[in-house]
C-alpha cells in the first residue's frame, strides 16, 4: 500500500495528469466495455488540464506518491455560487484498490461543506465502484441519463424554428437569462461557465440560445464542445423537449459531417429520446446525477456535460 500526500495539483503536474487521465479511462473501459481506445492521446487528455487551468485555477486535486512522486490520483471540483461541481476522477491503475479515491473525494466534499453548499455530480451508472464510493458516502441518486452518439451527415439535419422565436449564436448580454432560465430549471448559477464558452477563447465551443420574440426570454440553451478529447452537446438546458430538440439540432449542424457527438438524454424527457432515435442515435453508455446534499427537482429539460461537468 502506497503512502500519498493530497494536495492541489501544480501547472508542473499537468503532463502526469493528463497521462493518468488517459490510462485510467483507456484500462476502464477497454476492460469493461470493450472500447480499446476511449482517449487517443496524452494530448487529447489534456483538454481537462488546458481547461481547467483556465476555467478553475487551482481547482484540481492529486494524490501523490511519497515515495517515488508518482501521481496516483487526480480529481478536478468547480466552486460555484450554488454549489460546488465533482469533476473528473481518476486513479492510475498501478494504484487501484489503495484508497486513492476516497481520500480524493474526502477533499472535495471538505471543500462543499466548509462553503455550505450541496456538491452535484454525474457518474457512470455502468461503474459500481464508482457508484459505490459515492453512494456509502450518502450521495443520492436524482437523475438517470442515457449517452447517445449522434451521427453528423454532411448535409445537416433539418430544423424548424418554431414561430415567434429567434434561434441564434448566445452572446454575452444573454448571461444574465441564461442564469435565469437555469436558476429555475436547476438551482444552479453557472455564468462563468457561459462566459467562458460565448468568449471561446480556444476556438472548440459553441452555444446556441432560443429566443422568445414577444418577450426577449430565453426558452433554451446549449453548448457544444468539438475537441480531439471531448466531443459533446451540453451543458442545456430547455423548457421542454421541443425547445433541446431544436437546440440539439443547431449544435449538431455547427460541424456537420465532421462529429459524431455525445449527447446525455434524460430519461424521463420520452419526446427528446424519440427525436434523437429518429437522427440515427445509439445509447453508448448510462450515467446518474447525484448530489450530496438537497437540490430541487428539475424543470423542464436539463442536459449535463463532461466537459465541464455539470449537475
Known amino acids: 500500500m502506497a503512502k500519498t500526500i493530497v494536495r492541489l495539483k501544480e501547472s508542473t503536474d499537468n503532463a502526469a495528469v493528463a497521462a493518468l487521465i488517459r490510462d485510467s479511462l483507456n484500462v476502464w473501459y477497454r476492460e469493461h466495455m470493450g472500447v480499446e481506445e476511449c482517449v487517443p492521446s496524452v494530448e487529447a487528455a489534456s483538454i481537462f488540464t488546458r481547461v481547467y487551468d483556465a476555467l478553475d485555477p487551482n481547482c484540481c486535486v492529486v494524490a501523490e506518491d511519497l515515495e517515488t512522486g508518482r501521481i496516483a490520483g487526480s480529481c478536478f471540483f468547480h466552486p460555484r455560487p450554488t454549489h460546488v461541481s465533482l469533476g473528473i476522477m481518476n486513479v492510475s491503475p498501478d494504484y487501484f484498490g489503495q484508497g486513492i479515491a476516497t481520500k480524493l473525494l474526502a477533499y472535495i466534499v471538505d471543500v462543499a461543506q466548509r462553503r455550505n453548499q450541496t456538491l452535484r455530480l454525474v457518474s457512470s451508472a455502468m461503474n459500481l465502484d ?19 452518439l449522434l451521427p453528423s451527415p454532411a448535409e445537416g439535419v433539418e430544423i424548424t424554428v418554431p414561430e415567434g422565436t429567434t434561434l441564434r449564436d448566445a452572446t454575452s448580454d444573454d448571461v444574465p437569462k441564461i442564469v435565469e432560465l437555469e436558476m429555475d430549471a436547476l438551482g444552479v448559477d453557472r455564468a462563468k461557465d457561459y462566459r467562458f464558452f460565448i468568449d471561446n477563447a480556444d476556438g472548440i465551443w459553441g452555444v446556441s440560445v432560443l429566443e422568445e420574440n414577444a418577450t426577449g426570454s430565453i426558452l433554451g440553451v446549449m453548448a457544444s464542445v468539438n475537441d480531439p478529447g471531448s466531443k459533446m452537446i451540453g451543458p442545456g438546458v430547455a423548457r421542454n423537449d421541443a425547445v433541446a430538440e431544436v437546440l440539439v439540432r443547431r449544435e449538431l449542424n455547427r460541424y456537420r459531417g465532421e462529429w459524431s457527438p455525445v449527447l446525455l438524454v434524460p430519461g424521463e ?15 453508448i453508455e448510462t450515467h446518474i446525477a447525484q448530489s450530496l446534499g438537497e437540490v430541487p427537482a428539475y424543470k423542464g429539460v436539463v442536459v449535463p456535460s463532461f466537459m465541464p461537468e455539470s449537475a
Open 130 to 148: 464508482s457508484f459505490s464510493l459515492y453512494n456509502r458516502l450518502g450521495f443520492v441518486p436524482r437523475v438517470f441519463y442515457q449517452d447517445m
Open 269 to 283: 424527457r420520452v419526446e427528446l429520446r424519440e427525436a434523437m432515435y429518429r437522427l440515427g442515435a445509439k445509447n
